[in-house]
C-alpha cells in the first residue's frame, strides 16, 4: 500500500495529527493508497512556508525570465514523467487511460506558455493629463494563491492555476481533492526536481471542512484559485470576501449542445456522445443538455442511441475502453439518484438508465450510459448538473426557442451549436450566454484560449494571456519631474 506525506516548505510530511486516509480505485472500488489527513495547523505551516517564501528569499530575487525558466523546466519534467503521472490518475479518479495519457501529455504546453510568458508582463507609461509628472505602471504579483482543484482532472486543473500564478511570482498551496491526492504529490517531486525555492510551491491534503475551509480564510492568503462545484464556490467566495481575497471559481455546468436541421448530422452525432459520454459525463463542459430541432429529432435520435450502444465499458486502464466507472461512490449514488428523479419527472428513458452490470464491469462503480428523451427544460434533470453520462434531449422549433432554452439555465459554462449556416453559426455565439461556445465541434480546450463561466458558473478565467492578470495586481507609480507642490488642501 503506497502512502503519501503533504509537502510543506520544501519537505514531505505528515500531517500534523499525524493521521492518514484512505484512497480507493473506482474500477475495484477497492483501497489503492493512504494519504496524509491534513488540518488546519498544516494550513497555518504552508501558508506561513509560501508567505516566507514570497516575501524574502531566493524566488523573491528572482528576474522575471529567470521565473520562466523554472516554470518551462517544471514542463519539461511532467513532459517526461506523463505516463506514470497519468496512470496514478486513473488509479485515483477511474478515468480512462486514454484520456488521462492525452490530458497529461498536454498539460507541459501550460508551463510552457506561461513560462514563456513570465518576462512579457509589460507596465505603460501614461501619457498624462497634468505637467510635471512621469507616470508609469507595473504588475506585481498578488502573493499567496490557494489552488483547490477538483477530482476529475487534477493535473490539468491545477496546471491552469499553478503555471500562470508561477509565471506571475506568486507562491501556492495547493489542496487537490480528497479522492484524487496521489498525482499532485508525485507531481510536487518534479517541483522540486526542476529547482523551485522551498516554500514557493506546497501542497496540504485533507478535507474540505479541514483543509480547504481554513486555506481559504487564512489572513497570508490574497487569492483563491478554485475549480469545483458551484456550491463549494459559493462558500468559497462568500469566505473569501471577508479578507478581500481574489477569487477564480470554475464551476460547474449545464451545457447545451444545439443541433440544427442543416447539421452534418454524423459529426454532430460525434458530437453529442462526445458531449456527454466522454469521461463518463464527469466533465464540467458536459453537453448534458441536447437540444434537438424538431424536424431531425427521430433520425437524430436513432442514430444517438445506435452510436451510444456501442460503448465500450470496462477497465479503465484499456485503451480499449470507451465509459469507464464513475469516480466516486458519493457521486456514483448522486448520478443513480438523478435518473430516478427524471424518471418520476416524467422523462422518457430511451437507453440505459441504472447501474451497469456488465461482468466487464466487476465491481466498479459503473453507471450505464443514459439517455432521456420528451424532457422539458423545466425538470429538474434539465436544470441540475448530475456529472455523469445521463444525457437529457429537449427538441426545440427555431434559432429563437433554442437560444431561449439554452440561456433558460443559471448556468453558462460550455456550449455547442451544429449548423452549415456561418450565419446562423456567428448569430448563436452571439446570443449564447456562456463562456465557450464551440461550432461543429465541442469539448476543444487550448493553454492559448480563454475559459470560464458566465452566471453561476464562474468568475475569471483560465489560459490565454489574461489569466496572468487575475494573479498580478498593478501599480501606478508618479514621479514629481517639476511640478510645484502647490495648495496642499486640493486634490493635485
Ligand atoms: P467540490 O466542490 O466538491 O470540491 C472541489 C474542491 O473543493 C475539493 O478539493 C474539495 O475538497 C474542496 N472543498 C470542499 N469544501 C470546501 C470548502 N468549504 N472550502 C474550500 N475547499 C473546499 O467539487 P468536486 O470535487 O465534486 O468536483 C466536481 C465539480 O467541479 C463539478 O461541479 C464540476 O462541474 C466542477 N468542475 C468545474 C470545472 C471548470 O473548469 N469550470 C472543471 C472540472 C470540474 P474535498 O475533495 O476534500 O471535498
Known amino acids: 500500500m503506497q502512502k503519501f506525506k503533504m509537502y510543506i516548505d520544501g519537505e514531505f510530511v505528515e500531517a500534523a495529527s499525524g493521521k492518514y486516509f484512505d484512497s480507493y480505485y473506482p474500477f475495484t472500488g477497492k483501497v489503492w493508497s493512504q494519504v496524509a489527513e491534513g488540518g488546519p495547523e498544516d494550513v497555518d505551516r504552508a501558508v506561513k512556508a509560501a508567505h516566507r517564501a514570497f516575501t524574502s528569499g531566493d524566488w523573491a530575487e528572482l528576474t522575471a525570465s529567470q521565473r520562466g525558466m523554472l516554470v518551462h523546466r517544471l514542463g519539461d519534467l511532467i513532459a517526461r514523467d506523463a505516463k506514470k503521472l497519468a496512470e496514478m490518475e486513473v488509479q485515483d479518479n477511474g478515468k480512462l487511460i486514454a484520456e488521462m495519457q492525452g490530458q497529461v501529455n498536454y498539460v507541459p504546453q501550460w508551463y510552457y506558455y506561461f513560462g514563456g510568458l513570465a518576462d512579457k508582463i509589460e ?48 507562491t501556492v498551496v495547493i489542496k487537490p481533492s480528497e479522492f484524487t491526492s496521489a498525482s499532485t504529490l508525485e507531481f510536487v517531486k518534479l517541483v522540486e526536481e526542476a529547482g523551485f525555492p522551498k516554500g514557493v510551491v506546497n501542497v496540504v491534503t485533507g478535507f474540505g471542512k479541514d483543509v480547504g475551509a481554513p486555506l481559504t480564510s487564512h489572513p497570508l492568503v490574497r487569492k483563491v484559485a478554485f475549480t469545483g462545484s458551484d456550491a463549494t464556490g459559493r462558500a468559497i467566495n462568500e469566505v473569501a470576501a471577508k479578507t478581500f481575497k481574489r477569487v477564480t471559481l470554475e464551476l460547474g455546468g449545464k451545457s447545451p449542445n444545439i443541433v440544427f436541421d442543416d447539421a452534418n448530422l454524423e459529426d454532430a452525432v460525434n458530437g453529442a456522445v462526445s458531449g456527454i459520454f466522454a469521461a463518463t459525463g464527469q466533465t464540467c463542459i458536459a453537453g448534458s443538455r ?30 480499449e475502453t470507451q465509459v469507464g466507472p464513475v469516480t466516486t461512490r458519493p457521486q ?23 447501474p451497469a452490470t456488465r461482468p466487464e464491469c466487476g465491481d466498479g462503480w459503473f453507471v450505464e450510459p443514459t439517455v432521456f428523451t420528451g424532457v422539458t ?16 434531449v429537449i427538441k426545440f422549433k427555431d434559432e429563437d426557442e433554442a437560444s431561449r432554452i439554452a440561456n433558460d439555465i443559471r448556468f453558462g459554462l460550455g456550449s455547442g451549436v451544429w449548423t452549415s449556416d456561418i450565419g446562423r453559426a456567428i448569430r448563436m455565439s452571439e446570443k449564447i450566454q456562456a463562456g465557450t461556445v464551440w461550432v461543429n465541434t465541442y469539448r476543444a480546450v487550448s493553454y492559448m484560449s480563454p475559459f470560464g463561466g458566465y452566471k453561476d458558473s464562474g468568475i ?8 496572468i492578470y487575475q494573479y498580478l495586481q498593478t501599480k501606478s507609480v508618479w514621479i514629481n519631474t517639476g511640478a510645484k507642490t502647490g495648495n496642499p488642501f486640493v486634490l493635485k
Not at 430541432?293 to 451510444?308: G, N, P
Not at 475569471?460 to 489569466?467: L, W
Open 123 to 170: 507596465g505603460s507609461v501614461i501619457p498624462l493629463d497634468k505637467k510635471g509628472y512621469f507616470n508609469f505602471t507595473r504588475h506585481e504579483p498578488i502573493g499567496v494563491v490557494a489552488a483547490i482543484t477538483a477530482w476529475n482532472s487534477p493535473l490539468l486543473l491545477l496546471a491552469w492555476k499553478l503555471a500562470p500564478a508561477l509565471a506571475a511570482g506568486c
Open 290 to 319: 441536447l437540444l434537438l430541432q424538431e424536424s431531425i429529432h427521430d433520425e437524430f435520435m436513432d442514430r444517438l442511441l445506435a452510436l451510444a450502444k456501442t460503448a465500450k465499458m470496462g477497465n479503465p486502464m484499456s485503451m
Open 332 to 354: 456514483y449514488d448522486k448520478i443513480l439518484s438523478y435518473i430516478d428523479i427524471a424518471k418520476t419527472e416524467g422523462a422518457n428513458l430511451a437507453l440505459g438508465g441504472g
Open 377 to 392: 427544460n423545466d425538470m429538474r434533470i434539465a436544470q441540475e448538473e448530475v456529472f455523469g453520462p445521463v444525457l437529457s
Open 460 to 467: 475569471g478565467r483560465e489560459s490565454g494571456i489574461e489569466a
